[in-house]
T-cell receptor, first 115, second 117 residues
Framework: AQKVTQAQTEISVVEKEDVTLDCVYE???????LFWYKQPPSGELVFLIR??????QNEISGRYSWNFQKSTSSFNFTITASQVVDSAVYFC????????????FGDGTTLTVKP | KAGVTQTPRYLIKTRGQQVTLSCSPI?????VSWYQQTPGQGLQFLFE???????NKGNFPGRFSGRQFSNSRSEMNVSTLELGDSALYLC????????????????FGEGSRLTVL
């Protein structure tokens, strides 16, 4: 069975601080896909990034960066110089197929960025 | 480009009733998935439809059912509602299967918030 654990339930930071959201996963599949989604107060989940199990290259996109480490089954997400608009619930998800229709989600981390 | 549309956005039902929720995916998307989101259980996968066929199913009782139409629109139905069915029901669609380099992400609607009294 697949499992995604986001140990941090809530994180609160002050604007401009860097923050890292942790994600640990479990799967027996040798090929799998990892995702991060953002759910702002409006409620609509928004896709942020996907990583394939065979691609451990880390990625930076603007203020966002992702650290995928297969050896520790972790897929962490860092926001640099956080902003109030980053306040949201962030979900890590795992799928056995690149078709993410059936994904296993973590419980989410609520990030609050204070001005 | 229109996003995923879910109707109704809010509804209140009483125990024992049934409810039907509708989802219109992004134009051209053939896969539609449904998720239940609750404070206690988080986001849980209900089922996925592709080309009018159920491709995957989560661990929910038979009271939860769905279908997909030829235009990719999908509906889910919950019969004999229980208090525990109160939740935000999210629909998501994804890129066409034939896309050369699918990125695999899900595009979510705003959800239908069901309250069972």
């Amino acid at each position: 069975a697949q499992k995604v654990t986001q140990a941090q339930t809530e994180i609160s930071v002050v604007e401009k601080e860097d923050v890292t959201l942790d994600c640990v996963y479990e799967t027996r599949d040798t090929t799998y896909y990892l995702f991060w989604y953002k759910q702002p107060p409006s409620g609509e989940l928004v896709f942020l990034i996907r990583r394939n199990s065979f691609d451990e290259q880390n990625e930076i996109s603007g203020r966002y960066s992702w650290n995928f480490q297969k050896s520790t089954s972790s897929f962490n997400f860092t926001i640099t110089a956080s902003q109030v608009v980053d306040s949201a619930v962030y979900f890590c998800a795992l799928s056995e197929s690149f078709r993410a229709g059936k994904s296993t989600f973590g419980d989410g981390t609520t990030l609050t960025v204070k001005p | 480009k229109a996003g995923v549309t879910q109707t109704p956005r809010y509804l209140i039902k009483t125990r024992g009733q049934q409810v039907t929720l509708s989802c219109s995916p992004i134009s051209g998307h053939r896969s539609v998935s449904w998720y239940q989101q609750t404070p206690g259980q988080g986001l849980q996968f209900l089922f996925e439809y592709f080309s009018e066929t159920q491709r995957n199913k989560g661990n929910f009782p038979g009271r939860f059912s769905g279908r997909q139409f030829s235009n990719s629109r999908s509906e889910m139905n919950v019969s004999t509602l229980e208090l525990g069915d109160s939740a935000l029901y999210l629909c998501a669609s994804s890129f066409p299967e034939t896309r050369g380099a699918p990125t695999g992400e899900l595009f979510f609607g705003e959800g239908s918030r069901l309250t069972v009294l």
